[in-house]
């Protein structure tokens, strides 16, 4: 390689790109902006609207909404509770600390179970309370006015940045979406096409699928506001993305069953035949041709009553995996031309409620430790540097990774606050003028959001934005004390190394323990599962690869032990999936005079995860409803065929599920 092309390929790298740019640019414009109206407007605190643009700078417009959507409601709840504690606890600091630190780990808690920026608008409403309240908490009567100006800033931040996002042209999440789900879409009849011809992948395979696939969620929540069809677009993208789950289980269960039948017989030819022109991305007219073809099959099968059992699954999971098609691709023609798509699916997010406690724990104790020792220490900015404190701790906590973000938070506090060392006694240095101080923030503004485009550098990045305005403090007259500023910085530094310590030290959640709780949680689900009580199937799907995702996330060691870990999760979402399933279809029978003579034994041999008794059970079910009329013996098929799914699942896991000790198995 010549000098020539690495120089090019150095400055490829490293130049950021011109949509870079542009951010920079509008999140520079905006911030701008907002000071100049919070100047205009007489606003206390005038850095803050800056700061708010800076919390809400998101390369979308889709994002940007979303986020200042769940800012809005979590200030305004923050606000209230603000109020409420210094109405109780004014003439008390203890009491008011000690209220304030239940309210911040309650906040934590609740946003652990969300997701997204309904999460960042939880844990929002715990730290707006230290803002107001805190930094009140040697003026108590100045409380309210306070609480009113914060809400005032607040929405004059999402007001200016919403007004240049689409002034500006800021790109719709939407249209980068779309791209995202046809790439998964083809990498989803991929991997189809694989199993077809290859069998099994294995859980590593399908584990690398699931990777593509999830991420896409956050965005297919975040598109709903930016258009007047956008909540048709976003329903869309949730149930494509909940298709694609589907296609990959059900994908899965034909190659399985398909490999247990000595003798395909015509109809599983023909089945695999269909699935195979489906891997080909076939029009919507081909689809629902062959979704007719298999309920066909299907219903013969039924109505035949001897056919072997693993046939039926085949028939069953070939038509599960070509309705999911049909919903994948309708999703994705809605997220591109805004019709109301065929159903709207939840895409449920797992979370360990183990961790969720130990998140808020950690959160609590670390304000609680570090509040003592700035009271301690008797220091006038103490409650400025409880703020903080209590900001990037509950930033933190909704983070996958807090250690990592945490020692983004040390490195971004330091750059913070040496820029604003430097912009505001070097380059400011008495200049009282707007122009000056918006061409000093502007290369540290685009500095930080180039950092906050790149994902190793985004915590960074972050930070820089977020925390140089608050440093630097633009104020009305600008007021230049060197003491006051350079305290402020080393309460702030010495705060962030006091959140890198803490993350690490404090109920610190290691991967193994991840791993264990996961699997404990996905042990209760089975358990609720094979007792009737394991909810919708669709749902659960998707909370099943929601699981798996993380779980692969949390695996480590040798590749062996890697796949066997990951082959045991897939065993046991795959069984809990196939149990829910087959007792929503049991209770949909139940109505059949015919079937309850089968329909209680399928439902013990669940519960005592009896492999034998559960295939007993769909024989008796599918020669009980050959008889009856199409729709019962198509509920039937799925029925029998989630009956064997659980059967062989158990067989083949007999020792690892006998261990969870949630079922004789």
């Known amino acids: 390689m010549s000098a020539i092309d690495r120089a090019v390929r150095f400055l490829d790298a490293w130049v950021p790109k011109p949509a870079a740019w542009a951010f920079a640019l509008r999140i520079w414009i905006a911030m701008m902006l907002a000071l100049a109206a919070a100047f205009w407007l007489q606003l206390d605190s005038a850095s803050s609207a800056a700061t708010c643009v800076a919390i809400l700078a998101q390369p979308k417009r889709g994002q940007a909404i979303s986020k200042a959507v769940y800012r809005l409601l979590g200030t305004l709840i923050g606000a209230v509770v603000a109020l409420v504690l210094m109405a109780l606890f004014a003439q008390d600091r203890v009491l008011l600390l000690l209220g304030f630190t239940v309210w911040l780990g309650l906040c934590v808690f609740v946003a652990q179970f969300l997701q997204d920026t309904r999460a960042y608008g939880a844990m929002l409403s715990g730290y707006t309370v230290a803002i107001i309240a805190l930094g009140q908490i040697d003026e108590p009567q100045g409380t309210f006015d306070a609480a009113v100006s914060r809400v005032a800033v607040i929405v004059l931040g999402i007001v200016v940045i919403t007004f240049i996002n689409d002034a500006l042209a800021s790109p719709s999440t939407w249209r980068a979406l779309l791209p995202q789900l046809r790439k998964a ?23 690398a699928l699931i990777r593509t696939i999830a991420p896409m969620r956050a965005d297919a929540s975040a598109i709903a506001g930016e258009l007047d069809d956008g909540r048709f677009r976003a329903a869309g993208a949730r149930s494509c993305i909940a298709a694609l789950y589907v296609m990959a289980a059900s994908i899965r269960s034909v190659a399985a069953a398909a490999a247990c039948l000595r003798n395909p017989g015509p109809a599983v030819s023909e089945a695999m035949a269909i699935c195979r022109r489906v891997t080909d991305a076939p029009d919507p007219d081909a689809l629902d041709r062959d979704d007719e073809r298999l309920r066909d099959l299907v219903d013969a099968a039924i109505r035949d009553g001897t056919r072997p059992l693993d046939e039926v699954v085949v028939l069953q999971r070939a038509l599960d995996f070509v309705c999911a098609a049909t919903f994948a691709q309708d999703g994705i023609r809605a997220v591109a031309d805004g019709h109301k798509p065929l159903r709207d699916a939840t895409l449920p997010t797992h979370r360990d409620f183990p961790v969720a406690l130990r998140g808020a724990l950690r959160v ?54 040496t820029f604003a060392g430097i912009a505001r006694f070097a380059l400011l240095n008495g200049v009282q003028g707007f122009p000056m101080l918006a061409i000093a923030m502007a290369p540290v503004i685009i500095f930080g959001c180039f950092l906050s485009l790149n994902p190793r550098t985004f915590g960074i990045g972050f930070i820089v934005i977020v925390f140089f305005p608050v440093l630097l403090g633009p104020s009305n007259p600008q007021t230049y004390d060197a003491l006051t500023f350079l305290l402020n910085a080393l309460l702030v530094v010495v705060a962030a190394i006091i959140l890198s310590i803490v993350v690490r030290l404090i109920l610190p959640v290691t991967p193994a323990q991840q791993r264990a709780f996961a699997l404990d949680s996905a042990r209760r689900s089975l358990a609720d599962a094979l007792i009737g009580q394991g909810g919708d199937a669709t749902t659960r799907t998707s909370l099943n690869a929601d699981r798996l995702f993380q779980f692969a996330g949390y695996s480590s060691g040798s590749g ?98 006998h261990r969870l000790d949630i079922a004789p198995f």
């Open 364 to 417: 609590a104790l670390s304000f609680a430790v570090t509040a003592a020792t700035f009271v301690a220490l008797g220091l006038p900015q103490a409650s400025f540097a409880l703020v903080q404190v209590a900001a990037t701790a509950a930033l933190s906590s909704v983070t996958p990774d807090p250690k990592k973000f945490a020692t983004g938070v040390v490195i971004g506090m330091t750059l913070a606050a």
């Open 185 to 207: 879409w083809d990498e989803t009849r991929g991997y189809a096409r694989e199993t077809l011809t290859e069998g099994d992948l294995g859980a590593s395979r399908t584990a």
């Open 560 to 657: 062996a032990v890697r796949r066997a870990n990951l082959h045991h999760a897939f065993a046991l979402a795959r069984l809990e999936a196939a149990a829910a399933r087959a007792h929503a279809e049991l209770r949909r029978l139940w109505s059949i005079e015919d079937l309850r003579g089968a329909i209680p034994h399928a439902r013990d041999a669940l519960a005592a995860g009896n492999d034998r008794g559960l295939e007993i059970a769909a024989r008796d079910l599918i020669r009980a409803a050959s008889g009856q009329d199409r729709p019962v013996r198509l509920t039937t098929a799925r029925a029998a065929s989630d009956l064997v799914t659980a059967s062989r699942t158990i067989t083949r896991h007999r020792r690892f599920l």
